[in-house]
């Protein structure tokens, strides 16, 4: 595209249009183009961002995930014998780490 239309508006209006673009993470010009209905959109869906307490908390999940793994292959290796209910009980509390995290931040989209 080689043209363009320059229009005024309040820092008001430009921060606004600013946060919109930014939330859909797409160009400000290709999201009016969009609203005026010049064009029609083939972008996928919009991934809405993720607060930072939430990456904290699927963070620390991943490195419980990480030490049942590390352990699981630890006794692989030197042939003992991992006693399965603990395995399963550590399993059992990442699962409902997971179900916290869910019910707590359903809405954050």
Do not use: C
């Amino acid at each position: 595209m080689s043209r363009s239309i320059t229009f005024r508006v309040s820092q008001f209006e430009k921060d606004a249009l600013d946060d919109i673009a930014r939330q859909a993470r797409r160009p400000l010009a290709e999201l009016l183009r969009e609203a005026l209905g010049m064009v029609t959109s083939g972008h996928r869906t919009n991934v809405p961002m993720a607060p930072p307490e939430l990456m904290r908390a699927v963070a620390r999940l991943e490195a419980d995930m990480d030490e049942v793994m590390s352990t699981l292959r630890a006794t692989e290796a030197d042939g003992s014998y991992l006693d399965r209910l603990a395995i399963l009980s550590l399993l059992v509390a990442i699962d409902r780490k997971l179900g916290k995290l869910a019910h707590r931040h359903w809405s954050w989209r």
